[in-house]
């Protein structure tokens, strides 16, 4: 039976919402790049360090080198991998490179090359993050390590990994082994802040719990804490008797009740602790 979406937002009203998304984050990253990348000449991996590079040899408008790679790498991954990357992502891909010629005459923040890798990684992760919250991409060297990944078989992170480091270390011979050392900060503070993004600050724990009082744990997790405890089947590997096992996903604050529950009903439980990045579900996001 098919379920109503409780996200309670109109369809129509959604897309429009997604279409922002990826306005914003394209306008985010476009900034961030002016701002912190560019003057620094740092090379972060895709186009955009493309362009950096290319700008620093022979003064080409980075604007003007990413449309160039974008536009027909969008084409191609239509022709080749015969998807449909959805009117979003060419909104993206077109949009992105107009805010960086619109902004190219803005002052830099900083000089700096560790502020700019770091500010400047924190700012195109932010952007991208909010991009794929949109469902989009902004295409790029994503659509050509796809490309790779279909004819080659490698798989897409290592595509993804040849074509940035490619860029990196083209930008450690062009400039110097430093802006190389300072584009992998950024690219590395990038990824980092668009997992924060489409995940999240709240983390949350998973616990295991092993224990031969079962009822007793089962109804202080449902009663005390009030969270909802799974019963998994489970054989001891030395006795080859049953024994179930309780797992409990709660919040960071509750976590440490959790473990006093579970410590004063059987001291002698065995509990296995574990982060959950994202949880969907009754109590926790919507999915």
Known sequence: MNRKKTSGVHPKIEVFLEYIYVLIGSAIVAIAFNLFLLPNQIASGGVSGISTILYSLFGFEPAIVQWTFNIPLFIAGVLLLGKNFGVKTLVGTIFLPLVVFFTNEYEPWTNDPLLGALFGGIGVGLGLGIVFRGKASTGGTDLAAQII????????????????????????????????????IALYVTTK?????????????????????????????????????????????????????LMCVVDQTEFTKLKQLVKTIDPSAFVIVMDASEVLGEGFKRA
Do not use: W
């Not at 009822?215 to 009663?223: P, T």
């Open 149 to 184: 990944n279909k004819y080659t078989g490698l798989t897409l992170g290592t595509c993804v990994a040849i074509i940035d480091g490619l860029i990196v270390l083209s930008a450690a011979i062009v400039f110097d082994i430093e802006r190389g050392l300072y584009a992998l």
């Open 193 to 245: 802040t668009i997992d924060l993004v489409q995940i999240g600050l709240g983390r949350s724990k998973m616990a295991m719990i092993i224990t031969n009082q079962q009822a007793e744990v089962r109804e202080g997790i449902l009663n005390k804490i009030d969270r909802g405890v799974t019963k998994l089947s489970a054989y001891g590997g030395y006795t080859d008797h049953e024994r179930p096992i």
